[in-house]
């Protein structure tokens, strides 16, 4: 009989991403002032705002995190963005404690 991989270790509660974001210092303000966010999502295709919606509203039910969605220049995709940091070291911080989460591996720091 092969031998089996060990279990993976349990998923840390997603409860805790919005206290680790709330401790990075996060600001209110609008896109465009200069702040860094972190992108955890985006959403391309003909359903691209009803995905992006879907999404975020699941994102702030099950992990407690406020997500904006900011359309590109072109409209050819939604981007979902959590947090308004005052600098890219506080959003960064935030960034990193997100990726440790399951589901949050291939977020990174955006400047608004």
Do not use: H, W
Not at 21 to 36: D, I, R
Not at 71 to 96: I, T
């Amino acid at each position: 009989m092969p031998p089996t991989a060990p279990a993976p270790a349990p998923a840390q509660p997603i409860a805790n991403i919005a206290a680790v974001a709330e401790k990075a210092a996060p600001v209110t303000g609008a896109v465009g002032n200069g702040a860094y966010a972190v992108q955890v999502a985006s959403f391309s295709g003909s359903k691209r705002k009803e995905n992006a919606e879907v999404f975020k509203k699941r994102l702030e039910a099950n992990a407690g995190l406020k997500a904006d969605l900011v359309p590109s220049e072109d409209d050819k995709m939604v981007r979902v963005f959590v947090g308004n940091y005052p600098d890219r070291e506080s959003a960064v911080k935030a960034c990193e404690e997100l990726k440790k989460r399951a589901g949050f591996a291939g977020s990174f720091v955006k400047r608004r």
